[in-house]
Each structure stands twice: as C-alpha cells, then as structure tokens.
C-alpha cells in the first residue's frame, strides 16, 4: 500500500524585516496526522509493538491513543504510547499529545530523530 502524501501548496504572506510583505508559495502536508493515527491503532491491534513513539504533539493523535489503550486492555496486555517534543526556555507550546506520555528532549536530539531520506518518487 503507498503511504506517501504529496505536498500541497498555498500562498502564505510573510512580514519582511523592516517594513513591507511577500507572498511565498508554501507546501504543506496533508493527511499525515490521519495516517499515523492509522498505522499505529492497525499495528497495535496486530500486536506490532509494545512501545508506540510519536515525534509529535499534534492533539489529532489523542483519538488514536484512546484507542491504543482500549486495544491494551481488550488483549489484556501493556502497550506504551509516548509523545517525544523539543523544549526549550522558548517553546510556547509545552504540552504532548493527551492521554500519552510525554518526553521532553532538546532540539538537537529531535533533529538527530529527523528521518533524512526522501521517499518520493523519482520522476524518469
């Protein structure tokens, strides 16, 4: 099954130092949260893992750790959902995904967690 996402692009006005604005063309992904909500209930309930890591604190993900836990209790076994986030003096948003656990980890270890492979398609 093809699980990549294309990219989606949008125009974004963006503030320039100083005085004055641009518009920039911005690609965004789509349906990726959905995806991974996907993947790690389908996984959990294949009895895949025992230990589910999210590189996220995306709350669209709560649903599916809800469900994580209900599959948990349903094969009487323990199953771990755990949220890992940057976090630094100067992060807003210090919260992870409810109802996971959450590990807060520097900006340097999350980047180093970065998968740097680019799986799209090559086009001939």
Not at 46 to 65: G, H, K, P, T
Request: glycine share 4%; hydrophobic share 40%.
């Amino acid at each position: 099954m093809d699980r990549r996402r294309s990219l989606r692009y949008r125009n974004q006005l963006v503030q320039l130092p100083g005085c004055g604005s641009t518009t920039i063309l911005v690609g965004e992904e789509k349906g990726v949260d959905v995806r991974l909500a996907l993947d790690v209930v389908r996984m959990a309930r294949e009895n895949r893992y025992n230990v589910a890591l999210i590189f996220s604190q995306d709350q669209d993900l709560s649903e599916a750790v809800v469900e994580v836990k209900a599959i948990s209790v349903q094969q009487s076994r323990w199953i771990k959902v755990a949220c890992a986030f940057p976090l630094s003096p100067t992060t807003e948003n210090r919260r992870g995904i409810n109802g996971a656990e959450w590990i807060h980890i520097d900006r340097a270890m999350y980047d180093a967690c970065l998968d740097p492979n680019d799986y799209r398609l090559k086009k001939s």
